[in-house]
């Protein structure tokens, strides 16, 4: 940017461009704007903030376009797994209800014993899991 304007404007015209900081301020009080009567230091020092302004600039938006590129591969890579997830639910779906069609048509044979055989495993299961926590429980309080 700095090039740019080096190319279009002479060393002399840069007085012209800044005609207020050429003098000294009117109050007596020292200021940083105090000049050479040329103005050549003052748009010197104007074109060195503006060229670390323009580095600062440039460092933030080469971080946001790392920061996007992140947010860009991390959504691809999210895409993937998700339909990956997809595929593996649907393929469970599949069997699950190959397995309640099975189920179904077993329980049709069998009439009413499989109602027992459900009952019965039941009784197991809160007999020798969910009583000894039971008990358990009420030993410690």
């Known amino acids: 940017m700095s090039q740019r304007f080096r190319a279009t404007a002479s060393l002399r015209d840069r007085s ?13 009080r020292s200021s940083p704007f105090q000049l050479q009567p040329s103005g050549q230091r003052f748009a010197d020092d ?7 302004h323009l580095e ?33 639910f649907s393929e469970t779906s599949g069997i699950l209800a190959g397995t309640f069609r ?29 009583l000894p926590e039971e008990l358990d429980q009420a030993h410690y309080s």
């Open 16 to 28: 012209a461009l800044l005609p207020e900081y050429t003098t000294p301020p009117s109050s007596g």
């Open 46 to 52: 104007l074109e060195g903030q503006n060229d670390e």
């Open 56 to 88: 600062g600039l440039t460092a933030k938006v080469k971080l946001l376009k790392d920061i996007t590129i992140g947010i860009g591969n991390e959504v691809r890579e999210s895409t993937v797994q998700l339909r990956q997830m997809n595929d593996a």
């Open 102 to 130: 099975r189920m179904n048509n077993m329980a049709a044979r069998q009439g009413c014993r499989w109602l027992w055989y459900i009952v019965f495993l039941i009784i197991v299961f809160w007999f020798f899991i969910i």
